[in-house]
């Protein structure tokens, strides 16, 4: 019988950075759980930009006004219900945390990608930890990823503005359209850039692949908005940490 295996599209952002950033035999994160968090909170923001329910207009985050299917919804009513809007770094703040984590690893789970393993055994609590069950799902991740990895010119980042084809001849915009379509089948996915982006800003694209040139990768984290979010915050995270180790 023919079973049909899951496939990296089918993953939100923020399930395929998790799937990523978990160590598939035990269960644990492969970065720190500040950045675990942090970088998930980002790739929510991500999951909604890409999705097209939230913008970012100058220096803030606005919803748009459309309403997709979305396992975030509760996040998106977050940032529509707010009196006033804030920044993509102040998002990341209030949307980091352990029940984002653990929501996003749950709904992993229901779908057979991982396993809930520990809490209480014998009378002793244990930590929560999801090895991989199915290790299909990340070996298509990382399969596109290399794949985008070998085509680097082509990563652009998700939120790059077209040209404006109002002001273009006729001749122009043919000619640019044929070209588009002609690079369709090799240029990647904007859900594998930004994914590539948020494994950057979370230190944890060195390690996946470490012979990858991270030039261009620290350019794509810097240059998304949802992931120089997430950099910026773990900045704020590491000095002050560094500034309560000195106290």
């Known amino acids: 019988m023919n079973v ?4 990296a599209a089918e993953l939100s952002l923020p399930q395929a950075f998790l799937l990523l950033a978990t160590n598939d035999k035990d269960g644990k994160p492969e970065v720190p759980v500040f950045a675990l968090r942090t970088t998930v909170a980002g790739a929510i923001l991500a999951e909604l ?7 970012l207009q ?6 748009t006004g459309t309403v997709p299917q979305t396992d975030f919804q509760h996040e998106l009513e977050l940032i529509r219900g707010k009196s006033r809007p804030h920044t993509p770094k102040g998002w990341v703040a209030i949307l980091e945390g352990r029940a984002e984590v653990r929501r996003v690893y749950e709904g992993m789970a229901s779908q057979g990608i991982v396993e809930h393993v520990g809490e209480k055994h014998l009378g002793r609590f244990r930590p929560v930890r999801y090895p991989h ?17 070998s085509g680097a010119s082509d990563l652009k980042v998700p939120d ?11 001749g122009a915009v043919d000619a640019a359209m044929s070209e588009s379509k002609a690079a369709e089948a090799t240029t990647p ?19 996946l692949f470490p012979d990858a040139d991270r030039s261009r990768a620290n350019e794509l984290a810097r240059d998304y908005w949802p992931t120089r979010a997430v950099e910026d915050e773990l900045r704020l ?10 106290l």
């Open 49 to 55: 930009d890409l999705l097209g329910a939230i913008e």
């Open 4 to 7: 049909e295996t899951p496939k």
């Open 189 to 207: 996915d904007v859900r594998t850039t930004a994914l590539i982006a948020l494994l950057q800003a979370a230190g944890l694209f060195g390690k």
């Open 58 to 63: 100058g220096k803030h985050v606005w919803a």
């Open 160 to 170: 790059a503005a077209p040209a404006d084809a109002g002001t273009a001849t006729a």
């Open 133 to 149: 069950k199915d290790h299909a799902p990340e070996e298509a991740l990382l399969k596109k990823i290399e794949a985008a990895l």
């Open 237 to 246: 995270i590491r000095l002050a940490e560094e500034e309560a180790a000195t």
